[in-house]
C-alpha cells in the first residue's frame, strides 16, 4: 500500500472520552450505551493470552499458533 | 444529558511509527488514552448494569471530579483492566460485581480521600485493594484507606530506580487475585530477599536500557504500568505471557540478570503495544496469522535490542559476544518467520499490510549489521535444531 493511499486512522465506535468526567459519562446518554454494548460485545472469551512464550531457543522456527513470542 | 464525543484518532505518522516496531514513546501515549476512553466505558456498563454498586458509583465519581488522572491511571492499571473486562461479560457474577467497591476504595486512597469507607467483602479470607495491596483479614466489613496498613496489609510494591536522571517506576504486584490470567501458576508473594534479587535484576535491566536504548527505555517508562511473576518450571525456562485485555502489564518467570530482563520487558510490551493497536485498527483476519504477525513484532524488537548492545559503548564487559551470537539467531527467527507471513497475505487487513511493509523497512536495516560467517552459522544451525525439537 502506498504512503499516500493510507489516511490517519479514525476509530469508528470507540469515542474519545478520556477527558470527561466519569459524573458526566454516568448520564444517560444513548450513544455511549452503544459503544460501552458493542465494546462488551467485542471482548474475547475468556481472556485472551497474546503470548505465553518459553525461552526464545524452544520455540525458534516453530510457527505453532499458540506461540507469539 | 447527551454528550457529543469524538472518535478516536491514530496520525498516519504515529500509525507507522508502531508498525515499525521501533521504540515509540508519542504513540504509546495515544495508546493509553485509548485505554482510558475504554476503561471509562466498561466502567459505565458495569456501574449501570448494577444498582448495589450506588455507593461504590458515588465515591468514583467523587474520586474522579477531585483527580481524574489519578483514577484514570488505576483504571487502566493491567489487572484492574483485566477484572473490568471479565465483570462486564458476565454481571451476574456476584464475586467479579463486588470487586467494584474495592476499585472505589483505591481510588479514594489514590485521590487522598481520608476516612471514606465501603463495605468490602474478603474472597478466600483476602480483599484485594487493586494497585495498591491486599488486606489478608477475613470477614466482611466496612474498610477505609486508613486501614490499609499493619501486619495483615500486603502493599503491593514498585521496581523503582534512577540511573542517568532517567527515573522508572513499575509496580511488582505479587497479590492481585486478577493476575492470574494466562493459566501459568503465579508466583505467591515474594520475600523480602526474593524481592531484592528481582530488584537488582531490573536495575541492571533499566541501566542497559537506558545507556544503550533511551527511546526504548523512555516507551517503557511511560507504557510498562504492572510485572507480575510466574513460578518457574524446573526446566529453568524463562516464561512470559501478556493480555490483549491488560495493556501494559506483564507475567513473567523471574529472569536471572538485567539483559534477560530487559528482553523480557521489551518483547511483551510488543504484544502489548499490538494488542492495543489492533484493538482500536483489526490488522488480521485470522488468529494464526495474528500469531505470526505478533512473533514477528516482538522479534524484531528483540532483534534491535541485541543489535544495540552488541554495539554497546562503552563495551560492556562480555555482552559483546552473547549479543552478536543472540543477535544472529533472533535475526534467524525473524527471517524465517517472515517467509511465512508474505505482505500481500489474505490475512492481513489494508492496516495489517501497512503494519508489515513497516516491519519490513526495519528488517532491511537489521539485515545490514555484518555478523562473523561462523556465528551466522552456528545461528543457522541453532536455528534447525530447535525447529526439530519443537516439531
Known amino acids: ?69 | 444529558m447527551q454528550g457529543t464525543h469524538q472518535a478516536h484518532r491514530l496520525l498516519r505518522s504515529e500509525f507507522d511509527l508502531l508498525a515499525s516496531a521501533r521504540a515509540a514513546p508519542g504513540p504509546v501515549r495515544a495508546l493509553k488514552r485509548s485505554r482510558v476512553s475504554r476503561a471509562l466505558l466498561l466502567l459505565r456498563y458495569i456501574l449501570d448494569g448494577s444498582p448495589d454498586l450506588r455507593p461504590a458509583t458515588r465515591l468514583l465519581s467523587e474520586a474522579h471530579d477531585i483527580n481524574p488522572a489519578a483514577v484514570n491511571a488505576l483504571l487502566i492499571s493491567p489487572w484492574l483492566s483485566l477484572w473490568a473486562a471479565v465483570c462486564a461479560r458476565d454481571l451476574t457474577q456476584r464475586r467479579h460485581r463486588l470487586a467494584a467497591n474495592a476499585v472505589a476504595l483505591a481510588a479514594a486512597a489514590r485521590c487522598g480521600m481520608r476516612g471514606r469507607a465501603m463495605v468490602l467483602e474478603p474472597y478466600d479470607g483476602r480483599i484485594m485493594i487493586p494497585t495498591v495491596g491486599l488486606l489478608a483479614r477475613g470477614g466482611p466489613g466496612r474498610v477505609t484507606a486508613e486501614d490499609l496498613d499493619g501486619p495483615w496489609w500486603w502493599p503491593v510494591r514498585s521496581l523503582t530506580c534512577v540511573h542517568s536522571g532517567r527515573r522508572i517506576a513499575i509496580p511488582l504486584d505479587d497479590v492481585d487475585p486478577y493476575r492470574g490470567f494466562h493459566g501459568a501458576p503465579v508466583q505467591s508473594r515474594l520475600t523480602a530477599v526474593q524481592f531484592d534479587a528481582v530488584s537488582g535484576s531490573f536495575r541492571e535491566a533499566w541501566r542497559l536500557l537506558v545507556e544503550q536504548c533511551p527511546r526504548r527505555a523512555a516507551e517503557l517508562a511511560g507504557g510498562l504500568m504492572s510485572i507480575t511473576p510466574l513460578l518457574s518450571g524446573d526446566d529453568g525456562e524463562i516464561r512470559s505471557a501478556t493480555s490483549p485485555e491488560a495493556f501494559g502489564g506483564l507475567a513473567t518467570t523471574m529472569p536471572v540478570d538485567g539483559v534477560e530482563f530487559a528482553m523480557v520487558m521489551v518483547r511483551e510490551f510488543q504484544h502489548s503495544k499490538l494488542s492495543a493497536l489492533c484493538a482500536l485498527a483489526p490488522l488480521w483476519r485470522s488468529k494464526p496469522v495474528c500469531a505470526l504477525v505478533h512473533r514477528i513484532y516482538a522479534l524484531t524488537a528483540v532483534a534491535a535490542l541485541w543489535r544495540d548492545l552488541k554495539t554497546a559503548e562503552p563495551a560492556e564487559v562480555g555482552m559483546g559476544e552473547r549479543a552478536t551470537r543472540e543477535f544472529a539467531f533472533v535475526r534467524a527467527q525473524l527471517r524465517r518467520a517472515l517467509e511465512g507471513l508474505a505482505q500481500g497475505d489474505p490475512g492481513l487487513t489494508a492496516a495489517g499490510r501497512r503494519l508489515m511493509s513497516r516491519i519490513d523497512q526495519t528488517m532491511k536495516s537489521l539485515a545490514r549489521v555484518s555478523v562473523p560467517a561462523a556465528i551466522e552459522a552456528q545461528a543457522r544451525e541453532r536455528l534447525a535444531t530447535a525447529s526439530l525439537a519443537a516439531s
Request: with cysteine; hydrophobic share 35%; charged share 25%.
Open chain 1, 1 to 69: 500500500m502506498s504512503a499516500e493511499g493510507f489516511a490517519d486512522l479514525e476509530f469508528i465506535g470507540w469515542p474519545d472520552v478520556a477527558s470527561a468526567r466519569l459524573s458526566c459519562l454516568l448520564n444517560e446518554d444513548p450513544n455511549l450505551d452503544k459503544a460501552a454494548q458493542d465494546l462488551v460485545t467485542q471482548l474475547s472469551e475468556p481472556p485472551e493470552v497474546m503470548s505465553g512464550c518459553k525461552e526464545l531457543t524452544r520455540r525458534t522456527g516453530s510457527f505453532d499458533p499458540n506461540s507469539t513470542c
